[in-house]
């Protein structure tokens, strides 16, 4: 059974950055996809980034393109999100999540592992 934790959340102002980790145990890391995804109060948890086992594929949602990255470091078991140029309208919850052998899937249910999420808030 994998496990996730997510860290680097917190409050930033606009135009700021942030880093999020998603440290795995419980399983072997370079054979999982990670993906990133967030929800907003009274919204529905949405895609945001994604990597797939092997590093060599990774999608982004449009409103993060060119400010999110999405990075894995196998020898840490650790997925990061490095997010730049902030807006309020990033402001979350960020859940990291992954599946054996996966994709760069933008699909909530491919994910068979999930954190319990890091609040990101971005302030005006």
């Known amino acids: 059974q994998v496990q996730l934790v997510e860290s680097g959340g917190g409050l930033v102002q606009a135009g700021g950055s942030l880093g999020l980790s998603c440290a795995a145990s419980g399983g072997t890391f370079r054979f999982l996809a990670m993906g990133w995804f967030r929800q907003a109060p009274g919204k529905e948890r949405e895609f945001v980034a994604a990597m797939n086992w092997n590093g060599g594929s990774t999608s982004y949602t449009d409103s993060v393109k060119g400010r999110f990255t999405i990075s894995r470091d196998n020898a840490k078991n650790t997925a990061y999100l490095q997010m730049n140029s902030l807006k309020p309208e990033d402001t979350a919850v960020y859940y990291c999540?992954?599946?054996?052998?996966?994709?760069?899937?933008?699909?909530?249910?491919?994910?068979?592992?999930w954190g319990q999420g890091t609040q990101v808030t971005v302030s005006s």
């Open positions: 999540a992954a599946v054996l052998w996966g994709s760069s899937s933008i699909s909530l249910s491919e994910y068979r592992y």
